[in-house]
């Protein structure tokens, strides 16, 4: 079945730049979005469609992609961002969502 | 203001059923493509599947986890979605969440989530 792959955890100090990667063989093919949980909290969508950012959420968000990688790109991390990170996509078909394992992000 | 509110959740026992409700509000039930999305403790974001709209005919789409054992409805005129969960193994304990897709300006459908659900507690457990 189809993976996506992420880092188990990322830490970074506040104020700097925290990147999260995703892979996946279909991504060249399939939009890519991200959503940050905190704990006991549903997800929250912060990045649609590889590189979009959904109103409210702060400008230090943003999405990329290349080939078979799309990259969460936090900058000037606050506290606040601390939280798991999940990105997901679909198969080649577009017809199975699925998710990556998630990344806990530490802020140091 | 778009809520999704899930209720049915609680305990089973191995090769039990539950049915999960969610009720919708705050936008055009009937235009969107819904779907159930579920976490085991302390695990990550694991798709459960997605039924389609009228337009798309109500078709749906499941993991492979639960094909067979689970099926995804809706009552467009309630505003509701639903999960018949059987067969439950002790595996399936999970929070379960509805969660809204993406539709586009122009109409287009995404497989991306904008709205979620609070999510209700299944614990499969003898």
């Known amino acids: 079945s189809y993976e996506l792959t992420q880092p188990p955890s990322v830490s970074v100090s506040p104020g700097q730049t925290a990147r999260i990667t995703c892979s996946g063989d279909a991504l060249p093919k399939q939009y890519a979005y991200w959503y940050q949980q905190k704990p006991g909290q549903a997800p929250v969508l912060v990045i649609y469609?590889?590189?979009e950012r959904p109103s409210g959420i702060p400008e230090r968000f943003s999405g990329s992609s290349s080939g078979t990688t799309v990259t969460l790109t936090i900058s000037g991390v606050q506290a606040e961002d601390e939280a798991d990170y999940y990105c997901q996509s679909a198969d080649s078909s577009g017809t199975h969502v699925v998710f990556g394992g998630g990344t806990k992000l530490t802020v140091l | 203001e778009v809520q999704l509110v899930e209720s049915g959740g609680g305990l089973v026992q191995p090769g039990g059923s539950l049915r999960l409700s969610c009720a919708a509000s705050g936008f055009t039930f009937s235009d969107h493509y819904m779907d159930w999305v579920r976490q085991a403790p302390g695990k990550g974001l694991e798709w459960v599947g997605r039924?389609?709209?009228?337009?798309?005919?109500?078709?749906?789409e499941y993991a492979a986890s639960v094909k067979g054992r689970f099926t995804i409805s809706r009552d467009d005129s309630k505003n509701s979605l639903y999960l018949q969960m059987n067969s439950l193994k002790t595996e399936d304990t999970a929070v379960y969440y509805c969660?809204?897709?993406?539709?586009?300006?122009?109409?287009?459908?995404?497989?991306?989530?904008?709205?979620w659900g609070q999510g209700t507690l299944v614990t499969v457990s003898s």
């Open positions: 039924t389609r709209n009228k337009a798309n005919s109500y078709t749906t």
């Open positions: 969660a809204r897709s993406l539709r586009g300006s122009s109409g287009s459908y995404y497989v991306g989530f904008d709205y």
């Open positions: 469609k590889d590189s």
